[in-house]
């Protein structure tokens, strides 16, 4: 096996080799989430593609890795909702009249225009109110809002995402106000206001308002992430667990002369650590003076923190305000400042070492430079620079029409409604696995659709090989033994044997060259398609065994991938693990629904009563339990192979009845076939089952596919059958109904068609066949117009012949 390389963001470049510290050993610490609101697709990026490294390395080259993450139970975010919430359900209580409330909304609104949005203020003119703020907000933003920049220039980002955020507030706003709805349609440009009015008043020695808020939102994250296959941790550490941990870590920097305490905070001195000999923002040093980064780094509410020496020296511990949560320290009661908490918490589990350390691209600076210098300056003996972290893995953020997708800037979608909408676990990590872990995605119809295309591929060969093995073999494998490993065979191969063999080779290879699982998803693919050539090529003489070791290799790596949420390590079975297998039911309540199918079926084709049909009678005699019970006792668990025999059965039952229907009488065919669509499309389709019907008398295929797939199929063939059903009927309405005015046309003689109606206000005389010989005016009729009168006059004289013949009356 070759050895791994990966792109390691403190050696920036070309992917280098990855060496752990013990060998077979991997010892992980990645950054887990603020847990102050819903997850979303940009949490889902950065998690699952985590999780298919993990997967890799552990399922693939058999490493035992240590996973260790963190929730951010404190920080700046959590303490601004939590305490704004706790302050707008205050306010709730009050009891204010409907004027007050209304002169509330209308002071939070100003004050978020004049905060977020100012070139809505006009200092000259009149105030901004509900009834001038469409106006303003469309000649301010109208460039933003029709998707361009405020500049006018370049492509729109996160600046112009945040505008948006703050402009739909806003017209929340505008719309709650009017409506006298204000607390529930307002609460955006509520909270910041009344934190403004009332934040330093609020109890904060209580913290259940803090933590009722991260423990919720911890579940939450917990949930998404169990729904989307991401293993759990192997230690979960949070930092309201770890504050006199923290204390002593930062106790021991300021005694080395790498911290210094202001003010009643501590803060980090870049200059003493690098002046020891030690390189500061090593993972991006074109960063470090970014006042932007550094400001975002430090958090919303420690803007005013005093006392550094060095604009980019960052917080350690924090002084707490009137308002914000405390813990007691030797400088005062404060709390942790958002960087150390990684490196206390991952130093406890994983000691002065460790072999990885991964996040979100947006953490490498600040967050995970001031984490590399405080853990070496901790570590390090005599000024010398230790190595905390042997490789960084940075995830590539998901993005949105060029912005990156972030709760701050409110322009997500949380995985909880994508997976009520949109997505698919699976479907989504295929997506993932599609572009590089290390790459940024912003995710388009296009990729989407290929994503779609390969799950299906994928699924269909699974679904195809299966049923080819039941029916060749009868058993659940036509080969001996199963594709236990990954072992790239030294015996010389031919045919499909020989394409496998090179996806073995080129997945390793890809897979060794950081994790390159975009080569490896191309490499399925392909190798199903030559598999899917094979198959249709060669109906007479396919090689069954080389298709169903495809099946299995494939079953195993997108296992590995981490695709089946019910599959568990080896991996060794055959395509897709349903639930009730994951499940490892007892086989007699795993079968039962098949066995009630089966006993139904036989039931209702006894009733047909078909005299002379002797091979409807020999299966009717042929019990399926006897198979059943030989396979329980082997210890088969595994429901689609337990219920085989009952589906068996049933199948051969029904290709038998569709033999036999067509030589029967017109009462009996009508039944057979009846019971025979009843038995495809309900009884079976209700289970998941579906049996393919093939030409020339071949015995269907039974295949299993998802019982909401089939269901769908169902339905949807049954609103074709209805809109065909209905635009026929519509068209038959039509056609009655122009017929019906043609008939009411033909009855008028011809001697009167110019003389009733409109006809008769155009002309003053007529002829003895009531043809018009004189205009309204008493003018004479231009030959003209004779002629085509003429033509008319013609056309109805033979249309009331019709009418004449067909009805057998005379002129209305």
Same mark, same amino acid.
């Given at each position: ?40 697709? *940009?949490? #889902? ?50 009891? +204010?009249? %409907?004027? %007050? ?23 000259? &003119? ?20 029709? *998707? *361009?920049?405020?500049? &006018? ?12 955020? +703050? ?9 709650? /106000? ?144 009137? @308002? ?7 400088? =005062? ?26 996040? =979100? ?40 029409? =060029? ?45 989407? #659709? ?28 036509? /080969? ?79 296992? /590995? ?11 060794? *079975? ?47 005699? %042929? ?11 082997? @210890? ?23 033999? /036999? ?84 046309? #033909? ?30 005016? &008493? ?19 033979? #249309? ?7 009805? =057998?009356?005379?002129?209305?």
């Amino acid at each position: 096996m070759e050895s791994i390389k990966l792109h390691n963001s403190l050696k920036p470049g070309a992917a280098v080799p990855f060496t752990p510290i013990e060998p077979g050993k991997i010892k992980w610490y990645a950054c887990g989430p603020t847990v102050y609101d819903q997850s979303h697709l *940009g949490h #889902a990026r950065n998690y699952v593609s985590t999780d298919i490294i993990r997967r890799i390395l552990q399922h693939y080259f058999g490493f035992k890795v240590n996973f260790v993450m963190n929730i951010t139970d404190i920080d700046d975010k959590i303490i601004i909702k939590a305490r704004r919430q706790r302050l707008l359900d205050l306010e709730k209580k009050k009891g +204010h009249s %409907q004027e %007050q409330v209304a002169e509330l909304a209308n002071a939070a609104f100003h004050a978020y225009a004049k905060s977020n949005l100012p070139l809505l203020i006009d200092p000259e &003119g009149p105030q901004l109110d509900i009834q001038n703020y469409i106006p303003r907000r469309d000649a301010a933003y109208g460039k933003v809002l029709a *998707g *361009g920049t405020l500049s &006018g220039e370049g492509k729109p980002g996160d600046d112009e995402a945040k505008l948006k955020m +703050h402009i739909s507030n806003m017209t929340q706003a505008v719309i709650a /106000i009017s409506k006298n709805s204000v607390f529930g349609m307002a609460d955006e440009i509520l909270l910041p206001y009344l934190d403004s009015l009332y934040k330093e008043t609020i109890d904060t020695s209580d913290q259940t308002m803090f933590t009722d808020l991260t423990q919720y939102m911890e579940r939450e994250f917990t949930d998404d992430m169990d729904r989307l296959n991401v293993m759990r941790p192997d230690v979960v550490t949070r930092v309201t667990e770890y504050v006199p941990q923290i204390v002593s870590f930062v106790e021991r920097l300021v005694q080395k002369g790498f911290a210094y305490d202001a003010e009643g905070s501590v803060y980090f001195d870049i200059a003493a650590f690098e002046k020891a000999g030690n390189p500061y923002a090593r993972l991006r040093p074109d960063s470090r003076n970014d006042k932007v980064l550094q400001e975002d780094g430090e958090g919303s509410l420690s803007k005013n923190l005093g006392g550094k020496k060095s604009p980019g020296d960052f917080a350690l511990w924090k002084s707490s305000k009137a @308002g914000e949560p405390y813990w007691p320290s030797p400088w =005062g009661n404060g709390r942790p400042g958002w960087h150390i908490e990684c490196s206390v918490m991952a130093s406890d589990v994983l000691g002065s070492q460790m072999d990885i350390h991964s996040g =979100g691209i947006d953490l490498a600076f600040p967050h995970h430079d001031n984490e590399l210098a405080q853990s070496e300056a901790y570590y390090c003996q005599g000024g010398h620079e230790h190595h905390w972290v042997n490789s960084f893995l940075h995830m590539g953020h998901l993005s949105i029409s =060029g912005s990156k997708m972030s709760k701050s800037l409110k322009n997500f979608q949380t995985i909880k409604d994508a997976l009520a909408s949109t997505y698919t676990a699976r479907n989504m990590r295929i997506v993932f696995l599609m572009g590089r872990w290390n790459d940024g995605v912003e995710i388009s119809p296009d990729m989407r #659709a290929a994503a779609d295309s390969w799950e299906s591929t994928v699924n269909n060969f699974f679904i195809n090989t299966k049923s080819l093995i039941y029916e060749a073999s009868g058993s659940a494998s036509a /080969i001996d033994g199963q594709v236990k490993d990954l072992t790239l065979s030294d015996k010389p191969a031919e045919g499909l044997s020989t394409d496998l063999e090179q996806a073995k080779k080129d997945t390793e290879a890809a897979l060794t060259n950081s994790f390159d699982t975009p080569q490896v998803m191309r490499i399925i693919l392909e190798l199903v398609r030559k598999a899917n050539i094979h198959i249709g090529e060669h109906k007479s003489d396919l090689d069954l065994k080389s298709v169903e070791a495809i099946a299995r290799w494939v079953t195993k790596i997108v296992g /590995i991938l981490g695709l089946d949420a019910n599959a568990r390590p080896p991996y060794d *079975g055959l395509g897709w693990v349903s639930a009730e297998a994951a499940a490892n039911l007892e086989p007699s309540v795993a079968v039962a629904p098949y066995k009630a199918v089966y006993e139904a079926v036989t039931k209702d084709v006894k009733a047909l009563d078909l005299p002379g049909a002797e091979a409807v009678s020999q299966l009717l005699s %042929q019990s399926p339990d006897s198979e059943f019970d030989t396979l329980a006792k082997s @210890g088969n668990r595994d429901p689609e192979q337990l219920a085989l025999p009952y589906l068996r059965g049933v199948s051969k039952l029904r290709d038998e009845l569709r033999r /036999i229907a067509p030589t029967a009488s017109a009462e009996t065919k009508k039944s057979i076939l009846a019971l025979s669509d009843r038995i495809r499309d309900f009884d079976l389709t209700n289970l998941g089952v579906y049996l393919d019907d093939r030409p020339d008398n071949q015995p269907s295929l039974i295949k299993f596919i998802p019982t909401a797939e089939l269901v769908a199929a169902r339905e949807e063939k049954v609103a074709q059958a209805a809109e065909k059903a209905r635009a026929k009927e519509e068209a038959r309405l039509a056609r009655e109904r122009a017929d019906a005015e043609k008939w009411e046309k #033909a009855k008028v003689k011809p001697e009167e068609m110019y003389k009733s109606g409109e006809a008769a206000d155009k002309y003053s005389e007529w002829d003895a066949e009531g043809m018009p010989t004189k205009m309204k005016d &008493g003018s004479e009729i231009p030959k003209s117009q004779t002629k085509k009168l003429k033509k008319d006059w013609d056309r109805q004289k033979k #249309a009331y012949g019709e009418w004449l013949t067909k009805f =057998g009356g005379g002129a209305a």
